[in-house]
């Protein structure tokens, strides 16, 4: 049981807009940053977006972040097929001093 | 630029230590405000921290794993370690290692992982 809330799954054709939830609570979520990694079959994860909604260098200005509260979105527009990929939320818990993870979303193009 | 990689055995018995180490290159462990910490992916299954070591000694555990775990630190050898006791089957994972901020959630990079299968 992931501490942070995200769909098992989501899907999407070519060229569409999809978006990932992430749930959390007032101890990570809610006072913290949500950073986002995606990760290719059989790879380590890779940060996508950090601080809500900052993109790292080389990553495509097709996704994107943001946060309300204690929830917070990925979203990924023109959906291509090497977007195909498991996607996690992360933010740091106050209660547990340590980084929380969502339990991932395996992300499908149609 | 920074890399990071796990070693270790890959296969462990039940009830005994899993050890493993990351060694950092392209960079120092000493690096002041840097975190370097060690998470776990059980098969087909989520993300869970395992545990952070500042290169001062300072660690941070998660609490479920707390009674288990111990990080060190080589600053002369630019590695740090995990060992996990009394492991059993729900501890295979692919471990890896990463860097992060204190108070941050925000891990890059990451080494590129290593199973250790806990069997008999």
């Known amino acids: 049981q992931s501490v942070l809330t995200q769909p098992p799954s989501a899907s999407g054709t070519p060229g569409q807009r999809v978006t990932i939830s992430c749930s959390g609570s007032s101890s990570n979520i809610g006072s913290n940053t949500v950073n986002w990694y995606q990760q290719l079959p059989g790879t380590a994860p890779k940060l996508l977006i950090s601080s809500n909604n900052q993109r790292p260098s080389g990553v495509p200005d097709r996704f994107s972040g943001s946060k309300s509260g204690t929830s917070a979105s990925l979203a990924i527009s023109g959906l291509q097929s090497e977007d195909e990929a498991d996607y996690y939320c992360a933010a740091w818990d106050d209660s547990l001093n340590g980084p929380v993870f969502g339990g991932g979303t395996k992300l499908t193009v149609l | 630029q920074l890399q990071l990689q796990e070693s270790g055995p890959g296969l462990v018995k039940p009830s005994e230590t899993l050890s493993l180490t990351c060694t950092v290159s392209?960079?120092?462990?000493?690096?002041?405000?840097?975190?370097w910490g060690w998470i776990r992916q059980p098969p087909g299954k989520g993300l869970e921290w395992i545990g952070s070591?500042?290169?001062?000694?300072?660690?941070y555990y998660n609490p479920s794993l707390k009674s288990r775990v111990t990080i060190s630190v080589d600053t002369s050898k630019n590695q740090f370690s995990l060992k996990l006791s009394s492991v059993t089957a729900a501890d295979t994972a692919v471990y890896y290692c990463?860097?992060?901020?204190?108070?941050?959630?925000?891990?890059?990079?990451w080494g590129q992982g290593t199973l250790v299968t806990v069997s008999s």
């Open positions: 070591i500042y290169y001062s000694g300072s660690t």
């Open positions: 392209g960079g120092s462990i000493s690096s002041s405000s840097y975190y």
């Open positions: 990463a860097r992060h901020l204190l108070g941050s959630s925000k891990v890059d990079p």
